[in-house]
C-alpha cells in the first residue's frame, strides 16, 4: 500500500496565512466580545446561538478556506455581534419585540404528571423526557416539581425530595397549555 503523502504536504505554504488569520480573527473576537458583552455567547436565546453558531463558521471558514477573506470575514463577524446586541436591545426595552422574537419556555411535566399534550407540541419523545430525567439524577417522578423546554431547547429539571412549591417568579414566564 503507497501512502500519497502530497494529500498531508500539498498545502503547507499556506501555513503562515493561515497562523497569521487565526490569531487576527481570534484577537478580533475578543475584542468585539469586550465592546459587545460576554451575552453574546450566550445560549440564553436562539438569537445568541444562532450567533455563536454563525460566529464559529466564519471564523473557520475564513481561516482555512481564505473565503470569505481575513478582512471580509472580521467584517461579518462584527456584524453579526452588532446585529445579535441590538436585537438584545430591542428585546430588552420593547415587552412587545420581546414576545415577537424569543420562544416561550413550555412546561413538560408539573408535579410529577407528564403532560403528553406539551410533548406532543414541542415534538419532545418520552424517551428523551426520561433521558433528562435520569440526567438530573430524578429517582422517583413524585420528587418532579418541573421540566421545563426552555427557549434555548436545554431543558430545565426541577425536583426535590422534601414537600416544597415552585415559586411564582421562577414559573412566571412558563407556558402550562
Given at each position: 500500500m503507497e501512502v500519497a503523502w502530497d494529500h498531508f504536504t500539498k498545502d503547507l505554504n499556506i501555513m503562515p496565512e493561515v497562523i497569521v488569520g487565526t490569531v487576527?480573527?481570534?484577537?478580533?473576537?475578543?475584542?468585539?466580545?469586550?465592546?459587545?458583552?460576554?451575552?453574546?455567547?450566550?445560549?440564553?436565546?436562539?438569537f445568541d446561538f444562532l450567533n455563536t453558531v454563525a460566529i464559529g463558521n466564519l471564523l473557520a471558514m475564513s481561516v482555512a478556506t481564505s473565503s470569505p477573506s481575513l478582512f471580509v470575514g472580521a467584517l461579518l463577524i462584527g456584524l453579526l455581534y452588532l446585529l445579535n446586541y441590538l436585537v438584545t436591545l430591542l428585546t430588552y426595552k420593547s415587552k412587545i419585540a420581546e414576545k415577537?422574537?424569543?420562544?416561550?419556555?413550555?412546561?413538560?411535566?408539573?408535579n410529577g404528571k407528564v403532560l403528553y399534550n406539551n410533548l406532543k407540541k414541542t415534538k419532545v419523545t418520552e424517551n428523551e423526557l426520561?433521558?433528562?430525567?435520569?440526567?438530573?439524577n430524578v429517582i422517583r417522578l413524585t420528587e418532579v416539581k418541573a421540566v421545563i423546554l426552555e427557549s434555548t431547547g436545554d431543558v430545565s429539571v426541577?425536583?426535590?425530595?422534601?414537600?416544597e412549591e415552585l415559586e411564582d417568579y421562577i414559573m412566571k414566564d412558563v407556558k402550562r397549555d
Open positions: 487576527v480573527l481570534y484577537l478580533g473576537i475578543i475584542v468585539y466580545t469586550r465592546i459587545f458583552g460576554l451575552k453574546s455567547f450566550s445560549k440564553m436565546t436562539g415577537l422574537m424569543d420562544n416561550s419556555p413550555i412546561l413538560l411535566m408539573e426520561r433521558g433528562k430525567l435520569r440526567e438530573a426541577m425536583h426535590t425530595s422534601k414537600n
